[in-house]
């Protein structure tokens, strides 16, 4: 069972716009959100992650919203970049483990046109 | 600083052979994740270390995979009579805390 999905598997948008990522889950003893993103041939780097006491978290031109009801978190870029053209992962973390292994959704392509 | 390495970045095998691949994670980091990724899928958890505890080895797809973490530090995944299925990229991550987990770049093993 995907219990992180992600279910655009890419995206396209013009340099300068806003990118919106999304993802949902289905365990609702996640507490921790991650996002990574991936370049080719490298490991995934992390990105902003938000805890379940909050909605909404902010760094730079990222910012993550996290929707518990409808178990939806996002990932807003503005203004989007070239260099931001990679995968996306969004990754949950489950607080009635003692482990702190992440449960990862398939990935977003995103691709920033100049 | 460093970085979590891995090696070998690339890993060609025939169908039934062993393999072994090999992390150091980052200084001081207690815990140690393997990963895998197969082609078009997100990461799939295997084995979690966390200094001396008994790791946590609820991911591994079969008994053929095993893993040690040596000192604490480096950390060796062993796949046995390797199988066309096991081939994917295995990343291993480190991380002081439970939240913010440090990537290698990975090992893609392909399986002929």
């Known amino acids: 069972d995907q219990q992180v999905k992600q279910n655009s598997p890419s995206l396209s948008v013009q340099e300068g716009r806003i990118s919106i990522l999304n993802c949902d889950y289905t365990n609702s003893m996640f507490d921790y959100f991650l996002w990574y993103k991936k370049y080719p041939a490298e490991g995934p780097t992390f990105l902003i992650s938000?805890?379940?006491?909050?909605d909404k978290n902010e760094d730079g031109r990222f910012t993550v919203f996290l929707n518990k009801s409808a178990k939806h978190l996002s990932l807003h870029i503005v203004p989007s970049q070239p260099g931001d053209s990679a995968v996306y992962f969004c990754a949950a973390s489950d607080g009635s483990s003692n482990t702190g292994k992440l449960i990862f959704g398939q990935g977003t392509t995103l691709q920033v046109k100049p | 600083g460093a970085g979590v390495s891995q090696s070998p970045s690339n890993k060609v095998t025939e169908k039934g052979k062993d393999v072994e691949l090999r992390c150091d994670p980052i200084?001081?980091?207690?815990?140690l994740y393997w990963y895998r990724q197969s082609l078009g899928q997100g990461l799939e958890f295997l084995i979690y270390?966390?200094?001396?505890?008994?790791?946590?080895k609820s991911g591994l797809p079969s008994d053929r995979f095993s893993a040690e973490r040596t000192g604490g530090s480096v950390s060796t995944l062993t796949i046995q009579r390797t199988q066309q299925e096991d081939s994917a990229v295995y990343l291993c991550?480190?991380?002081?805390?439970?939240?913010?987990?440090?990537f290698g770049p990975g090992t893609r093993l392909t399986v002929l």
């Open positions: 200084s001081g980091h207690t815990a």
């Open positions: 270390f966390q200094g001396n505890s008994a790791p946590d």
């Open positions: 991550a480190s991380s002081k805390n439970r939240e913010e987990q440090y």
């Open positions: 938000i805890s379940s006491i909050k």
